[in-house]
């Protein structure tokens, strides 16, 4: 098929070539695609769904074919995992979710656990100091055997908790108390 005598669609062994931009015009609206494979605008009033049918795991892919990284994989029925770099860091899972790797946030940006307004326990850093915040009634708990208490380089002891045992103080790396 041709527009303005060029050359716009034609099939082929394996299916067909389309040169240019493929529209398809639907009763609720649009899809298009465009030869140079770099976009796909879906063009509609209200929610669009983006299905994918089948059992098998799909795979979104970038870079150059035959040796693309995977960008993402979607499981029917089952989990949904992001990666950087063909290294996967994200999965959600069936209790939950999972990260392979760490957490950065921004300053005064709080993880936020429990069901209060604002959560009622609050972890971040306002750029000089560090919280661990516990906004509501009740106690905030620290369970463990033994406790350990460093300086900032990890290289003394500032303070140590032993069950059913002693606890010591230091100064400078000596046990002082």
Known sequence: L????????????????????LIIDGSVGDIKLNSSGAEIDFNRNGPCNLIM????????????????DTLAKFTPNGSVELYYNNSKKFETRDAGATLFGDLYMGDDKKIRLGDGSGGDLRLYHDGSNSYIQHSVSGNLRYQ???HDFYNQAASQF?????NGDTVRLYHNGSARF
């Open 2 to 21: 041709y527009h303005n005598n060029s050359n716009k669609f034609q099939t082929t062994s394996t299916g067909v070539h389309v040169d240019g931009e």
């Open 144 to 146: 463990s055997n033994n």
């Open 53 to 68: 049918s089948g059992s098998g795991v799909f795979n979104i892919l970038g870079g150059t074919p035959g040796s693309a």
């Open 158 to 162: 500032m303070c140590r908790m032993f």
